[in-house]
Nanobody, 126 residues
Framework: QFQLVESGGGLVQPGGSLRLSCMAS????????IGWFRQTPGKARQAVAC????????YYLDSVKGRFTISRDNAKNTVYLQMNSLKPEDASTYYC???????????????????WGQGTQVTVSS
């Protein structure tokens, strides 16, 4: 059974950092395209950071460029989203999805067959 489980969310002050994790079971993330998305109630889902299967193409939402980094640890079958200099507007529920279509630096979209995690809540507040 394919499963993605996110963790690492929580409450952080503006300017702080969090590292989100997305661990896969039932399949390998190696050679998979992976994306982090976020959605806040009443707002459209946003692609935040994505990487293609061999990491040759990446996408970052403009507002997170230079602050967020997507990476993977194949040995742990886990993908990470390092989030630095967090802002109140980054507060949302973050989801990972596999696979995704990554158009280098242009856009990232999930596929109809994408598997999703349950989400992890990020709150940025003083």
């Amino acid at each position: 059974q394919f499963q993605l489980v996110e963790s690492g969310g929580g409450l952080v002050q503006p300017g702080g950092s969090l590292r989100l994790s997305c661990m896969a079971s039932g399949f390998t993330l190696e050679n998979s395209s992976i994306g982090w998305f976020r959605q806040t109630p009443g707002k459209a889902r946003q692609a935040v950071a994505c990487t293609s299967s061999s990491d040759e193409n990446t996408y970052y939402l403009d507002s997170v460029k230079g602050r967020f980094t997507i990476s993977r640890d194949n040995a742990k079958n886990t993908v990470y989203l390092q989030m630095n200099s967090l802002k109140p507007e980054d507060a949302s529920t973050y989801y990972c999805a596999v696979p995704v279509q990554v158009y280098d630096q242009i856009m990232c979209v999930p596929e109809p067959s994408s598997s999703w995690g349950q989400g992890t809540q990020v709150t940025v507040s003083s």
